[in-house]
């Protein structure tokens, strides 16, 4: 799915499930930034990757806020969407958030 593609679905939404959507979206992205660990210990292989993670968190969960506070100064859903992309990109991380993405979307329900 392209980013246009996802931003498209996603501004379609009605508030309530933009909530969800993003809501499913955050809970997904701490399972991907479990990636960067090493394994049974409490290192991590990757902060580079685990320090975007939680900026996209950030993004994701301040959007969230503002969304629930009706705040007409929030991001636009293409500004918000093209910020966690280009985090992603950066840290060669893309392929972990478009399936969360992918999976927040399939897991939005009817």
Same mark, same amino acid.
């Given at each position: ?5 996802? %931003? &498209? @679905?996603?501004?379609?939404? $009605? $508030?309530?499930?933009? %909530?969800? +959507?993003? $809501? ?7 399972? $991907? ?10 290192? =991590? ?7 975007? +993670? ?10 969230? /806020?503002? /969304?629930?506070?009706? !705040? ?12 966690? !992309?280009? =985090? ?5 991380? @893309? ?13 939005? &329900?009817?």
């Amino acid at each position: 799915m392209t980013i246009n593609e996802l %931003i &498209g @679905i996603f501004s379609n939404l $009605s $508030s309530k499930r933009k %909530i969800l +959507f993003l $809501s499913l979206l955050a809970h997904n992205m701490t399972i $991907s930034a479990r990636e960067t660990y090493i394994a049974d210990s409490i290192q =991590i292989k990757e902060p580079s990757k685990l320090r975007a +993670f939680n900026e996209m968190q950030h993004q994701i969960t301040a959007q969230l /806020i503002h /969304i629930l506070e009706d !705040d007409p100064l929030r991001y636009p859903d293409e500004v918000l969407f093209n910020l966690l !992309d280009d =985090i992603a990109r950066q840290a060669e991380c @893309i392929k972990s958030l478009d399936n969360a993405m992918v999976w927040a979307i399939k897991n939005l &329900g009817a």
